[in-house]
């Protein structure tokens, strides 16, 4: 047993602890400090993070957590992410009726679910991470208790929550009960045996169901539009970045660790799957006209676009190309250009919408008058999440596409997924700019009164701005730390 | 092959339900073809004999305090299970990693500790409030 190796969930969860502890004496006028300091707890974790800890060889916990490029990769993606998250929070507080303290509690609880869901390499770690993730969400979503909105969220997410669990649960224990093993290596040394066994095979396809739920992909989407819309703001930008990118990560470790024989096998499928998903994500965002419900179908597109990179590995595991991790360290990439502009984008609702009852598009109108700032971040972000250079979302989209068609001549199926992809990325095309054009050329503005920003808003802002230009025009670090991260993949 | 051998293990339980099902569907058929019909009437239709008259709600209502208690009581009584296994393999696990088996419990009881002082200082265990 290497105990240290888990030093990341120790500090998180000692933070979480330490912040539920003060609250209790903290009067309510200063407990917005405590959001601050939780994101300054953080930051030292992180800095600890990039600074001492390095990927290691020994796994920790009997084999069931390992501490390698992937998990470290991941972790620190979840930290920067409930930074902000937990920044937004603070400035959201004013809008919860009670329990602030806690709010803050159950992100930092949220985010050590998902730092062990980096490291999971058993099934039973990843139920435990995966239910720890869930339940705090559960809470979370229905944190604005006098919000009829709010509630219905919390109820939606509740009862698919625990359909997706079962169907997880209920995987795990047909795959455990066909080959006895419940580590991701152990596994992998037996999965090829199995291959024909279609109890194992129906087992793993119910884990990749709960997974879809995660990620919200098609059809397991139809909870996201109604959660994300109702949710409060920061947990509806921590569920589309933190939880989503959770899924990710263990569908990577599922898909490429535990059973890569089989996944050579799905290929066929998760182009199917990754299509539809980007094409049903588009078009149903078409006619929203709530801000938060057209992220949640936007981010049930990039779910697919993610998907088409791991579709594009998944090609890869049978025969030997030259750079066989590129779809997964695409994905990675991706995840990163994605995790600015959602978080910047909820950032910018979070302020601008603050005194409006629901969050309509309508509503933005003349927010390029009222706050240049917050204007220019919105406009930058919706520009990345379509994909237009020099933003990080073009070039992330560019190494997925790319990735793809390099398995086209092996299988033509492939060609039709990137074509599928492309009509997404030009419909996506069309609704962006209907936010951009609410935000700048909307002559229905009512309220031309500027929003005031404070001080750690703004600097949050930037980072968002900052690293959606810089993960744009010099790809290279990021690249470099995917490209290592998925070393740990058997591509 | 040996997919199926497990399947049929289960062929028992699958024939249990089939006869569960089917008597019971079985029953209901019959006493509508050879059950007597009378006259039916609002009153003949109300419980009568074995029963109360249902007048008000369903359920009681009761004070949402109940609630509490019944979480805080799982939360501690969780304790109390995982203590037992504990205390009953502990002098076994000692001569092997001792420290181990000794912080795994301290700092369990450390968070369900913190969960205490959070129970008391937000009055859960105050009934009068």
């Not at chain 1, 990137?418 to 309220?447: D, R």
């Not at chain 2, 008259?53 to 009581?73: D, N, Q, T, W």
Request: some cysteine; charged content about 10%.
């Amino acid at each position: 047993m290497n105990l240290a190796l888990l030093s990341h969930e120790w500090l998180v969860v000692a933070l979480g602890l330490c912040l539920l502890v003060a609250d209790l004496w903290t009067p309510a006028s200063a407990r917005r400090i405590l959001g601050y300091v939780a994101a300054a707890g953080l930051g030292a974790i992180l800095l600890y993070s990039l600074i001492a800890v390095r990927p290691e060889l020994q796994p920790a916990c009997g084999n069931m957590y390992v501490l390698d490029g992937l998990a470290l990769f991941f972790k620190r993606f979840f930290l920067a992410a409930a930074i902000i998250v937990l920044l937004m929070s603070a400035e959201f507080f004013d809008r919860l009726q009670a329990g602030i303290g806690e709010f803050y509690a159950l992100v930092l609880f949220a985010l050590t679910g998902m730092l062990f869901a980096a490291s999971a390499n058993d099934f039973a770690l990843l139920f435990v991470s995966l239910e720890l993730i869930t339940v705090t969400f559960y809470v979370l979503a229905s944190f604005q208790r006098t919000r009829l909105n709010s509630l219905e969220a919390g109820v939606k997410y509740l009862i698919m929550g625990a359909l997706s669990t079962s169907f997880t649960v209920f995987g795990i224990a047909l795959v455990y009960g066909i080959s006895r093993k419940l580590n991701f290596n152990d596994l992998a040394a037996v999965a090829p045996q199995f291959g024909g066994n279609r109890i194992f095979l129906f087992g793993l396809l119910l884990v990749l169901v709960g997974l879809g739920f995660k990620i919200a992909a098609f059809p397991f989407q139809l909870w996201a539009p109604d959660v994300y819309q109702g949710a409060p703001s920061p947990t509806t930008a921590f569920l589309a970045v933190g939880s989503k990118a959770a899924g990710f990560v263990l569908l990577l470790r599922v898909l490429f660790v535990a059973v890569p024989d089989i996944t050579a096998q799905w290929s066929r499928l998760l182009i199917v799957i990754s299509g539809i998903t980007i094409l049903y994500g588009n078009l149903c965002a078409i006619p929203q006209r709530n801000i938060k419900r057209l992220l949640g179908y936007s981010s049930i597109a990039h779910a697919g676009y993610m998907l088409l990179g791991i579709a594009a590995s998944a090609a890869t595991i049978a025969n030997t190309t030259q750079n066989p991790g590129a779809g997964a360290a695409a994905v990675l990439y991706y995840l990163g250009g994605y995790l600015f502009a959602v978080l910047g984008a909820f950032t910018v609702i979070c302020l601008a919408l603050r005194h409006v009852e629901n969050e309509d598009i309508p509503a933005l109108a003349g927010l390029g008058q009222r706050s240049p700032l917050l204007a220019t971040t919105l406009t930058l972000a919706m520009v990345s999440l379509a994909g237009i250079p020099p933003l990080a979302g073009f070039f992330g989209k560019f190494l997925l596409f790319k990735a793809a068609l390099a398995q086209g001549p092996a299988h033509p199926a492939y060609y039709w997924l990137v074509a599928a992809a492309i009509a997404g990325v030009v419909i996506s095309l069309w609704y962006y700019f209907g936010v951009v054009h609410a935000v700048y050329w909307s002559k229905e503005a009512a309220n031309l009164s500027p929003i005031s920003i404070s001080r750690t808003m703004r600097a949050t802002l930037y980072a968002c701005v900052a690293g959606m230009f810089f993960i744009g025009l010099c790809p290279g670090p990021l690249l470099d730390c995917a490209a290592e991260a998925v070393k740990a993949l058997r591509l | 092959m040996e997919e199926q051998s497990q399947l049929a293990q289960y062929l028992p339980v699958l024939m249990l339900g089939v006869l569960a099902v089917a008597f019971s569907f079985g029953m209901l058929v019959v006493s509508v073809i050879v059950g007597k019909k009378g006259k039916r009437s609002p009153i003949k239709d109300t419980a009568y004999e074995c029963g109360m008259l249902p007048i008000g709600e369903g359920g009681g209502r009761f004070s949402v305090k109940f609630y509490l208690v019944a979480m805080l009581f799982i939360l501690f009584d969780i304790e109390v299970v995982f203590l037992y296994p504990w205390a009953v393999v502990y002098r076994e696990m000692l001569k092997q990693n001792g420290g181990l088996i000794l912080g795994a419990m301290l700092s369990f009881l450390g968070i369900l500790f913190v969960g205490y002082i959070y129970a008391v200082k937000k009055r859960a265990f105050d009934w009068k409030s």
